[in-house]
């Protein structure tokens, strides 16, 4: 009898903690000004995670709160965006110790661009991403990308490279939790794309990669034994561009 009941609280704390490691990419700041909850993203109306890499819904996820915003946000090459990371699809909702994430979720925080000729265009397959930031494991500090995300409270900030060409770009970012990635399918991948038109005068064309087909299932990024006592770690997908 007591073997039972410890293997149900055993399951109960297990599911809770899977619950409680998700999040999700649901608003943006350009230059520190918040555009506002689901303004302009497609935001998931689940904070499931993906874990099937080689399925369309890896790249901008799926199922979105509808109706979807229409909203294209300005952006200036070379500005800042705050990508807004919360526990669940209605952003913040008040004190939530797992918001915007569980603390015991381990893994990198990742950003692409894909340009298109419309921001607001429901087709996502097909497209070029880029890379232009990455949150992996500091040895130094020892601190994953989730704990810096964590840190700052659900925001992962960095710069739209100045040297890209203007137009209308979709922005994916993504946490990916490692804690349960020992084997293949394992990783839990959480992304949802924005909507940006960037202003500039650049003219630089990036290598790009594409969604399905960056990550592949045995990528030292994606299949990692342990989250503790990290010696190296290097995120998935291409290096990040800069100028």
Same mark, same amino acid.
């Given at each position: ?91 913040? #909702?008040? +004190?939530?110790? $797992?918001?915007?994430?569980? !603390?015991?979720?381990?893994? /990198?925080?990742?950003?692409? *661009?894909? =340009? ?34 964590? #840190?700052? +409270?659900?925001? $992962?900030?960095?710069?739209? !490279?100045?040297?890209?060409? /203007?137009?209308?770009?979709? *922005?994916? =970012? ?39 087909? $960056? ?29």
């Amino acid at each position: 009898m007591k073997l039972s009941i410890i293997c149900r609280l055993f399951f109960y704390w297990a599911v809770v903690k899977l619950a409680h490691a998700r999040t999700v990419f649901s608003g943006v700041s350009v230059n520190g000004v918040d555009q506002g909850h689901a303004v302009g993203v497609r935001v998931p109306s689940t904070n499931a995670p993906i874990t099937d890499i080689t399925s369309p819904n890896i790249i901008c996820n799926t199922d979105y709160i509808q109706p979807v915003s229409k909203t294209i946000i300005n952006v200036p090459a070379g500005g800042q965006v705050t990508a807004q990371f919360h526990h669940t699809s209605a952003g913040y #909702i008040g +004190k939530d110790p $797992a918001d915007p994430l569980d !603390p015991t979720n381990k893994g /990198p925080v990742i950003a692409y *661009l894909a =340009a298109v000729p419309s921001a607001t265009q429901t087709t996502v397959t097909g497209l070029k991403w880029f890379k232009i930031f990455e949150s992996g494991y500091n040895l130094t500090t020892h601190q994953w990308g989730s704990d810096v995300l964590f #840190i700052n +409270k659900g925001n $992962a900030t960095f710069t739209i !490279p100045s040297c890209i060409k /203007p137009g209308q770009y979709l *922005l994916r =970012a993504e946490s990916i939790a490692l804690q349960s990635a020992s084997s293949y399918p394992g990783a839990q991948f959480y992304m949802s794309c924005a909507q940006l038109s960037i202003t500039g005068s650049g003219s630089t064309n990036p290598a790009t990669v594409s969604f399905p087909g $960056a990550y592949e299932p045995t990528d030292p990024g994606i299949v990692v034994q342990s989250i503790f006592n990290v010696i190296e770690y290097a995120p998935p997908g291409p290096s990040v561009f800069s100028c």
